[in-house]
């Protein structure tokens, strides 16, 4: 009888997820109905956020939409710290994430649309 290994199914399952990931694609008109959590405090020039501590507000119109994934990823994994963006991008997925990606990308540093 032939042993067969979990060996080669593994690799075949995640080369089938890193696909999967690599494919996600924002949607810049999708995410107009997702950034209402970010310009409360993001479309605000010079705001402070006062929770836990005070912080300086980025404005994040005209960001590169690979930073924003890549800063919503990290407080979804916990790696940032911040508590409130913390529980913002943990309640997103990753199309959510790529979709803000790209309407944020596509904004002027002023905040409207290029």
Same mark, same amino acid.
């Given at each position: 009888?032939?042993? !067969? ?18 494919? !996600? ?13 970010? $310009?409360?405090?993001?479309? !605000? ?14 404005? $994040? ?6 930073? $924003? ?18 529980? $913002? ?7 959510? !994430? ?17």
């Amino acid at each position: 009888m032939k042993k !067969i290994t979990a060996l080669p199914f593994l690799l075949l399952v995640g080369f089938t997820q890193a696909g999967t990931a690599a494919e !996600i694609v924002g949607n810049a008109q999708a995410a107009k109905a997702k950034i209402e959590m970010c $310009i409360g405090c993001h479309g !605000i020039p010079g705001y402070k956020a006062t929770f836990p501590e005070v912080y300086q507000v980025p404005m $994040i119109g005209g960001q590169g939409a690979k930073y $924003i994934e890549a800063a919503l990823q990290a407080y979804k994994k916990g790696d940032r710290k911040h508590p409130s963006m913390r529980g $913002i991008a943990a309640s997103l997925s990753d199309q959510d !994430i790529a979709d803000v990606a790209a309407f944020y990308a596509q904004q002027t540093r002023a905040g409207s649309a290029k």
